[in-house]
């Protein structure tokens, strides 16, 4: 199937072939420690990073980065920073390529769970550190992740606790740092009235955020939660979602139609000890629950990594299910109005539990996901899976299949061009492991260029006059 991308004011337009890659991998990576445990990852040219926490249980821990290849061979680990002091990184929104082609990690370093603070990295694509910033204050800070603005920097956000030398201490609040490209503090913000704990982060179409997550009220026990703020981190909405019960917590995103789909976790509020699978687009205005349709399958099934919403406006998310049965990690895929249209279930095969944090889609049309397996010693663990889930099986395994004839590829994901219009030169810039023809055809039907790419490749063309 042919795929174009239109470069100007409609005078050309560009057509590639290509075979995409079917690469599927399941593997772990156990720890030189007790302790390796990766939450984010990256599609790189040639491979995949991850980051996550590593270390022995009381003498030293510390933040990594691995580079494995396509295969899903572990090429190297580097350590980021590390000491005799508590590092935690949770979710895999916190693992960013910057725009000069290095990348940025956010986590928390301390003395304790209790004494930390946020922590930003920048790194090299070989793992060098470039530099590192803590952003001190005189509270307890959680569940850090980040938002990446578009060649503007980001938001580190989780929430803070205020401890008093009696012991009591305030409800928890959501925390937003907004930093430069430089890592230096534009302006904070804590919002929210709730005692919200911040499990996922985005910014909204207008330019704000929205942020959910879940809080502990006296009257309910916990609720999912989620708040909408303007750029500023002003608060314009702030609704929670429940029953009488505890219920959980919840990961809400906005979708490239507008709307906004929540996935979180409600009990089943009948008497029974289970909690159901709760997904529900949001009223954008309010945050009010529009038809909310429920899931079940084991005692307790919930949303484990962060979601992805892709540009057909479904969402992809690794869930989670437990009860009686070994814990079960699915990989699912809901429609635009919250149905859930397939699930396919993933394992590391060892036996214990298993944890996948980030999902991100790669340039063939698949997803790469990241977690670890919380047995002894606690593993990374990294899957490579196709566009339903389905991997080469359990680990330690990889496949690859042989491409048959002409495929679709993704053009956002492979392909760009710049600048864009343009009636002269171009650059063209290919992410793709094979050979590539393309084809500039003018609205004629006239073709003035054509030439195979090579792999990894940028092309000047000069013929656009």
């Known amino acids: 199937m042919i795929q174009k991308i239109i470069i100007g004011l409609c005078l050309y337009s560009v057509t590639i072939w290509g075979q995409p890659d079917k690469v599927k991998f399941n593997k772990i990576y156990p720890p030189n420690t007790g302790i390796k445990s990766s939450v984010a990852v990256k599609p790189l040219l040639d491979g995949y990073l991850t980051t996550g926490v590593y270390g022995v249980a009381g003498t030293y821990a510390g933040f990594y980065t691995e580079k494995i290849d396509s295969y899903g061979n572990a090429l190297w680990q580097k350590s980021l920073d590390e000491s005799a002091s508590f590092y935690a990184t949770f979710y895999g929104n916190s693992l960013f390529s910057t725009p000069d082609g290095n990348f940025l990690m956010v986590g928390i370093k301390g003395f304790d769970q209790y004494v930390n603070d946020f922590i930003a990295i920048k790194f090299s694509p070989d793992g060098d550190t470039i530099w590192k910033k803590t952003y001190p204050t005189p509270d307890r800070e959680g569940s850090v992740h980040a938002i990446q603005h578009h060649n503007d920097g980001y938001s580190i956000i989780g929430w803070t606790q205020h401890y008093y030398p009696d012991g009591s201490f305030d409800p928890a609040r959501a925390y937003i740092i907004r930093i430069n490209e430089a890592g230096d503090t534009l302006w904070t913000s804590k919002l929210g009235t709730k005692g919200g704990d911040i499990l996922y982060s985005c910014t909204t179409q207008d330019g704000g955020y929205l942020l959910s997550g879940y809080c502990h009220q006296a009257a309910t026990g916990f609720d999912m939660y989620a708040v909408k703020t303007d750029s500023l981190g002003t608060v314009e909405w702030e609704q929670t979602y429940g029953t009488p019960s505890h219920d959980g917590g919840c990961y809400v995103v906005q979708l490239p139609n507008g709307n906004m789909m929540l996935l979180g976790l409600m009990n089943d509020n009948q008497g029974i000890a289970e909690k159901l699978l709760c997904v529900s687009l949001l009223n954008t205005q309010n945050g009010v629950m529009l038809s909310p349709k429920y899931y079940r399958k084991n005692d307790i099934f919930a949303p484990e990594s962060v979601p992805y919403a892709n540009p057909d406006n479904t969402v992809t998310a690794v869930l989670v299910s437990y009860g009686n049965v070994p814990l079960e990690d699915h990989f699912a895929i809901f429609s635009p109005e919250g149905d859930l ?83 002269g030169q171009v650059q063209i810039q290919t992410q793709w492991h094979e050979p590539l023809q393309l084809s500039i055809i003018d609205v004629l039907g006239r073709t003035v260029y054509a030439q195979t790419i090579q792999p990894y490749n940028n092309t000047i063309v000069n013929t656009l006059s």
């Open 341 to 423: 249209l397939h699930e396919q279930a993933i394992s590391s095969g060892i036996g214990s539990e298993d944890y996948l944090r980030d999902i991100e889609p790669t340039p063939d049309g698949g997803y790469v996901l990241a977690g670890f397996n919380y047995n002894f010693p606690q593993s990374s663990w990294v899957v490579k899976v196709d566009s339903l889930g389905n991997t080469c099986g359990v680990a330690d395994c990889d496949n690859y299949v042989e491409p048959i004839g002409v495929a679709a590829v993704e053009m956002e994901r492979v392909f760009s061009v710049y600048p864009n219009p343009s009636t």
